[in-house]
């Protein structure tokens, strides 16, 4: 029975212990997951701001400056023209 | 000597027992209040603001975003600047917003936080930091931006705040779909020490926020693009004063591109007048004009009480109607025109020849079934739709008038529809903007395609495209008409109503149409209000419908027909 008692309290003492211990490492640690955090958001206010400038120089109203500034001419396509079958070009080829 | 230790053992035992009350009642009566006032001292608790979603372009493109903004606040009491740096200042910073920190420091000297301005850019923000001012600060605030600018104001609408100062969708898809934008927002209580350092051996609970979802929509930029740079020159060539362009694929009902001018832009609302605030194309009528022969030729068609080559004999000189004269547009008429020629010429005698025929009892029943007189149903905040007046109330001059478009209103959305459903082989579309919404990269379709069949027959359907596309071979707008394509349209200039009788100067001119006419890939209605060169829907809407359609043929890669 004594033994029971003396393993109780020695149990409990390195708990106690390792929790004084675990608790004093721990306390500082703020320190380091509140620099983390900052550098987490600064990060993604950096990206934010990248994403900012992609959008706004891959759109059209951005490209149409820039074309306007670089005095470009529009392209100016050509339609050809299918030619129509024979048969529907001429109906009456056939007839004499 | 007895007496007096008995006197130190009542002292010690009142002393104990005062002890004993004052811990009592520390630690049983006042001990929740406590708690409570330790816990609140080291917690904090915050609201994580749920990100606002994106509305996309169909190329995945943003049409609007969101962008880094701050909050510009003073502390009149620590608040300090010379002359100069306050001049530097309202170069930066409206001189309003500031006014009350200059000219009335008495009335803010006891608050300790005055708001100067909102959606302070990064760039000014950086500025206003360079001014090296005591007293100022800046808070992180949510805003959007608009990188296609103000092209697409109409469709998206804004973001306000509502009456909680909470941001909020207006107009267009931040409206109606503003539940979806928002997103919840998350809270977090951390214990923190005297420097504001989370605790990691202390108690957090936190709730994430949940983003809003992104909406996909259908709306092609390119195409947008085109339509609003093409209006915008349009509106300064031909001196109108208002215009709308609006195109849809009618097999799906997806709007490629919808534009309104004057817009506004929707990153500065509030410094335009709140009457732009709402798209004309869904929440403004108009009387339709001689668009509107085509819906009910297609009507008369299908009930087959004309066909193409079937003439008119009541069609060589004007007609009088319940006292009142009709006229064709330009005083000239067509005696035994068949019903092609009618469209070509765009005939009002003999479109009311066309709707005395169908009787006004089927017209109302084929105008419900085009759909109008209710809601499209597009997926856009702030639609109307103008009602149709019931059968008791229709005179013989109001059936004689809506046969030819007048006297009858229409949204430009509901226009589109209507045709949508010639081009369509009969079918009615839907239309809607926004194709599916995605959260957390998972997407989910919405507003899959619904087609209403039976509103007119294929037979019918056929006819009047083949009707159309004569008249834009051959009616007044060929001159314009791009060539070696199938184009199905019809141009109309209506007189605009004012108080009780139509103003002899003012015009809505508009072209409504589709292409290829044989595999239609695109509807589009073109209206111009008001326009001062001619008020002739030949001369200004059509060509601007045939501008815009040949850089889309272009785009979409879409060739000459063979059979032109």
């Given at each position: 029975m004594k033994k029971v008692y003396l393993l109780i309290v020695v149990v409990n003492l390195v708990l106690g212990a390792a929790q004084l211990g675990l608790s004093h490492r721990r306390a500082t640690d703020g320190l380091v997951v509140a620099e983390a955090d900052r550098r987490r958001s600064q990060l993604e206010l950096q990206n934010q701001r990248l994403l900012e400038e992609v959008y706004l120089k891959s759109a059209l109203v951005y490209v149409q400056k820039q074309v306007n500034q670089g005095q470009l001419q529009p392209a100016r396509p050509q339609f050809v023209n299918p030619a129509l079958p024979v048969a529907v070009a001429h109906p009456t080829a056939d007839r004499p | 000597m007895t007496s007096r230790l008995r006197i130190l053992k009542i002292v010690f035992t009142l002393g104990v027992v005062g002890i004993w009350l004052r811990l009592a009642w520390w630690q049983a009566v006042v001990a929740s209040d406590l708690r409570l006032q330790a816990q609140l001292q080291r917690t904090t608790s915050l609201q994580l603001p749920a990100s606002r979603g994106q509305i996309r372009a169909r190329d995945g493109f943003p049409l609007v975003a969101n962008q880094e903004s701050y909050l510009v606040y003073a502390d009149p009491q620590k608040f300090r600047a010379d002359r100069e740096a306050v001049l530097r200042l309202w170069e930066l910073v409206p001189p309003a917003s500031t006014s009350a920190l200059f000219s009335q420091p008495t009335q803010v000297a006891d608050l300790s936080w005055v708001p100067l301005?909102?959606?302070?850019s990064r760039q000014a923000k950086e500025k206003i930091e360079q001014l090296?001012?005591?007293g100022l600060g800046f808070e992180p605030e949510p805003a959007r931006m608009y990188p296609?600018?103000?092209?697409?104001a109409h469709l998206v609408g804004f973001v306000g705040q509502d009456e909680n100062g909470l941001p909020t969708g207006y107009f267009g898809l931040e409206g109606y779909y503003n539940r979806q934008l928002s997103g919840k927002p998350g809270r977090v209580t951390l214990e923190q020490d005297a420097l504001n350092r989370?605790?990691?051996?202390g108690s957090q609970n936190r709730i994430l926020p949940q983003p809003g979802a992104d909406l996909v929509t259908s709306v092609d930029r390119t195409i947008q693009f085109i339509a609003f740079t093409k209006l915008a020159a349009a509106l300064e060539r031909y001196g109108a004063t208002a215009g709308t362009v609006t195109v849809m694929e009618p097999s799906t009902g997806k709007i490629l591109a919808m534009v309104s001018l004057p817009g506004y832009d929707p990153g500065q609302?509030?410094?335009?007048?709140?009457?732009?605030?709402?798209n004309p194309v869904i929440s403004e009528s108009y009387e339709?004009?001689?668009?509107?022969k085509v819906i009910v030729m297609a009507a008369a068609l299908d009930a087959q009480v004309?066909?193409?080559d079937t003439r008119c004999d009541k069609c060589s000189g004007p007609r009088s109607v319940s006292g009142y004269t009709i006229r064709t547009w330009n005083d000239k008429y067509y005696p035994v025109s068949t019903m092609t020629e009618v469209i070509q010429h765009s005939d009002n005698i003999g479109m009311v020849w066309v709707g005395q025929k169908l009787g006004e009892r089927r017209l109302l029943g084929y105008l419900k079934k085009f759909?109008?007189?209710?809601?499209?149903?597009?997926?856009?905040?702030?639609e109307s739709a103008p009602e149709l007046r019931e059968q008791s109330q229709w005179r013989d001059i109001d059936l004689a008038t809506a046969s030819f478009g007048q006297g009858i209103a229409v949204t430009p959305l509901q226009m589109v529809r209507a045709v949508g459903v010639l081009a369509n082989m009969g079918k009615l579309p839907t239309p809607h903007v926004v194709d599916q919404t995605v959260t957390s990269g998972r997407s989910r379709p919405v507003n899959q395609p619904k087609l209403r069949p039976g509103v007119i027959s294929t037979a019918a359907a056929a006819q009047i495209t083949q009707m159309m596309i004569n008249s834009v071979n051959r009616g007044e707008a060929k001159w314009a008409k791009p060539e070696g394509f199938l184009i199905a349209g019809k141009t109309g200039t209506a007189q605009i109503p004012v108080a009780g009788h139509y103003d002899q100067e003012k015009t809505i001119a508009s072209f409504v149409g589709f292409a290829p006419?044989?595999?239609?890939q695109f509807v589009m209605l073109v209206t111009l209000r008001e326009?001062?060169?001619?008020?002739w829907g030949s001369e200004t809407a059509a060509p601007l419908w045939f501008d815009i359609a040949k850089e889309i043929f272009r785009y979409l890669k879409i060739g000459p027909s063979r059979f032109d």
């Open positions: - | 301005a909102h959606q302070i090296g001012l005591a296609e600018g103000t092209t697409s989370p605790i990691l051996i609302y509030a410094r335009f007048p709140s009457d732009l605030y709402k339709p004009g001689s668009t509107f004309v066909q193409p759909g109008f007189g209710q809601s499209t149903g597009v997926d856009l905040q702030e006419a044989d595999d239609p326009p001062q060169t001619s008020p």
